[in-house]
């Protein structure tokens, strides 16, 4: 889930506000990266300086199996951070993102719930409620106090607009951006999530994300999942970048613990049909 990026973020920048939002330009049915990124710029989006990273992940992931270590993990999940880390190193060193302020990871999964619950659930954490196509949700999260997604089908059908507002989170700056989320395939052959931040709609410190998320059904009714993530904005460097790394941008055991959460969701809307929310006034 995205709000795990925060999870150990202590100091925060703050990102300008104002970009423009010429958001009535269709994006491509067929995502690449050059139609994808072209839309981007066309609707003045923010475009992540890790999109090629993740396009060349995302096209060697459609002729991969799902690595080994999901197998043979008690609980199917596995999270790596080598791949994230390099990349991140590589474009401080280019210039194009300032020197400690991203945070990234890969993770794989193999989840016993069809993949339609699957996707509701990756759309509920951006704002979709359960069964909708437009409106808002409350997800419970370990760092901010209130979380409020609202999203609509800005452009048709499985293209949409998100907005968020975390606040409550202690000395975690309160966020406030909005987001494109791309949703492209079937049931039958799988699913695919392209979301990019599209700029802040107040004060935030994001600069820049950019996600992919695979999921794909399974033989006997269960969905693998795949997952790259980078996200630019926040600084770590007070701590010293090498220990800001290791310790906030590319932690293993922090992100799994999202991954475990994502799942949990998963099964708890497979078994219940809904998925609790952290809404005001509602009493459960």
Avoid: C
């Avoid at 060193?93 to 300032?98: A, K």
Wanted: zero cysteines; hydrophobic letters at 35%.
């Amino acid at each position: 889930m995205k709000h795990i990026f925060f999870a150990a973020v202590f100091l925060l920048t703050t990102a300008s506000s104002g970009f423009a939002t010429e958001t009535t330009i269709n994006p491509p049915d067929q995502i690449t990266r050059a139609a994808y990124t072209g839309w981007l710029r066309a609707i003045n989006s923010a475009v992540s300086p890790f999109a090629d990273y993740l396009f060349d992940w995302y096209e060697l992931q459609q002729k991969s199996a799902l690595p080994s270590q999901v197998k043979t993990d008690p609980d199917k999940i596995y999270v790596n951070v080598d791949h994230a880390l390099a990349d991140t190193i590589a474009t401080e060193q280019s210039g194009d993102v300032e020197e400690g302020t991203t945070i990234g990871f890969e993770a794989y999964g193999l989840v016993d719930v069809p993949i339609e619950t699957a996707l509701e659930t990756k759309l509920f954490n951006w704002g979709k409620p359960i069964g909708q196509k437009a409106g808002d949700t409350y997800p419970y999260d370990t760092v901010f106090s209130s979380i409020h997604n609202v999203i609509s089908e800005k452009w048709g059908t499985g293209s949409y607009f998100s907005s968020t507002t975390q606040t409550g989170g202690g000395i975690v700056q309160d966020l406030h951006d909005d987001y494109t989320v791309l949703v492209r395939g079937n049931k039958t052959n799988g699913y695919t999530l392209f979301i990019s931040f599209f700029g802040p709609n107040a004060d935030s410190a994001t600069v820049g994300h950019f996600s992919i998320v695979m999921l794909k059904p399974t033989a006997d009714g269960k969905t693998e999942f795949r997952q790259f993530v980078m996200q630019n904005g926040q600084s770590y460097k007070v701590f010293g970048l090498e220990f800001g790394r290791k310790n906030f941008g590319f932690n293993v055991s922090r992100d799994r613990q999202g991954e475990k959460q994502l799942v949990t969701t998963m099964l708890e809307l497979k078994n219940t049909g809904t998925i609790k929310e952290n809404r005001p006034g509602f009493d459960y």
